[in-house]
């Protein structure tokens, strides 16, 4: 018995001491405080008592068991890695970028990102078929991208909206398309002037990096509104908003990828979200889609200043100390060698930290402020020399400020720089117009033309006994503009022909219904009316097979019937 205690004892000590479950240190970092402490002991709660008759003993509750006993495995330790465990569902959530994660949030995106097979085709075309083409976009992207993503921010709009700039032109101001889409934005006529964008002979700012990407801000800002999805707004931006609410209308979907199932986009259209998302995965990423070593060009800076009209190029670089090819590039919205001759002055831009040169070089440089410029717009049978004459100045200086010389031939609507001594100026008038000695010399009158259903370009012009060059040019019109009723022209006319205009806009133009007699024909009743058959044709959406009948109602802008 006295063996037995003493066994007993030794064994007591030895758990007490050595703990059932080894450690090589006092306390792992993957130690956790036991949340209620277990009693181990290798004897039962009986044969304690019988050992121990005087001590209280520990029992085990009646759902614990002893834990199985294991070899140890080795403990492995992950130093900086402490992730938090939550014992909520993890089925939702939302991925936040540390602000200290610069090569995520360098990657994140603020449009919504689709990838399907149509995405995956263009990322596969871009790095393949289309490699060289896409490298020059990302290489031309550092110089626009850095702004244009700043203009988008002000506006309020996701700033990778970039990336539909990068498909529409690959950035370049001078991309020209078959629909006459122009610039790194690709405005047609219509759409620019609509949000601001000037397109005449002497300018076209749907080239200006930075006023094309403030107008389409404003035009995705107003897609936006419309359509509330960023697909459907890219794809009105690409088809036109009506295409796009039209075809919503007719398959009864708000989802742009159900509506590319159907035949009613085209290929184009239906192409372009696809390749905007694609484009936008490539860029902001290239080196993991293969597109390394990349020679990015540095991003467009500028400052701008004020210079006057008619000012030639060459003297703007010169005052900067710059070519004249750099002012160009920074300046893609002038066609013609000189700043506009329309306008009291004009904001150019120069390199940037240049304007102090400029401005210390530019009065040195500047002609003196001794004329004034004209824009004369070549009729059928102008000469360089009748228009010298015309205008009473010596035929060089027009041959020099037009880089033209003495053989060389006009064109029909061509817009001429005519430079006008101070002198001279009161003197020259209207070119139409001969004013007698004793009236006051006086210029052409402008009146207002509000058009009217039918009319265009030519027929206004040619009823207003102008030119249509000039016509476009007084309202910075390209001369394929559709016109829509209701909007107004100004048009110049000499002072002696503003009653017969005025009488034609009053009462000659005024619309009548004429109801077709009995062996009426077309011909009888233009020639009563003072119209032309071809105009009644067009004011009723006539063709040559059509014909009219007794009873029929024919639209006509009345002018007075001949007795």
Known sequence: MAKLICAGLILFLASACLPGVPSLTSKSQFDTAPTEETFISLFTPSELEEL??????????????PPPVSSPEPKIAMRGLSLPISDESSDDFTLEILPGDLNRKKNAFDIPIVINEKVEYFLNYFQTTGRRVFSNWLARSGKYIPFMRDVLKEKGLPEDLVYLAMIESGFNP?????????????????????????SNWWVDERRDPEKSTIAAAQYLKDLYDMFECWYLAAAGYNAGE???ANGMKRYRTEDFWELTKYKYLKQETKHYVPQMIAAALLAKDPEKYGFIDIEYQDPLQYDKVMVPPAMDLKYIAKACEISIEELRDLNPELRRWCTPPDVTEYEIKIPFGKRDLFLKNFESLRPQATTSFKTHVV????????????????????LQINRLDRKSRLSIGMNLVVPIPKEKEIKTGSLALKTPVEKKPSGPQEITYTIKEGDTLWSIANEMRVNIGALTSWNNLHPETKLMPGDQLKIKVAEDDVPSVASLEMGRTKEIIYVVKAGDSLYKIANKYNVTVSEIKRWNNLNGSDRIYPSDRLKLRAKVPKP
Request: charged fraction near 25%.
């Open 52 to 65: 121990f008759p005087d001590q209280s003993v520990p029992t085990l509750p009646n759902d614990v068991s």
């Open 174 to 198: 001078y991309a020209y398309s078959r629909a006459k889409a122009m610039g790194p934005w690709q405005f047609i006529y219509l759409t620019g002037k609509r949000y601001g964008l000037k």
């Open 242 to 244: 009506n295409k796009i």
């Open 379 to 398: 009729k059928k049978g102008d000469t360089l020399q009748q228009i010298a004459r015309l205008y009473k100045v010596d035929l060089d200086p027009i």
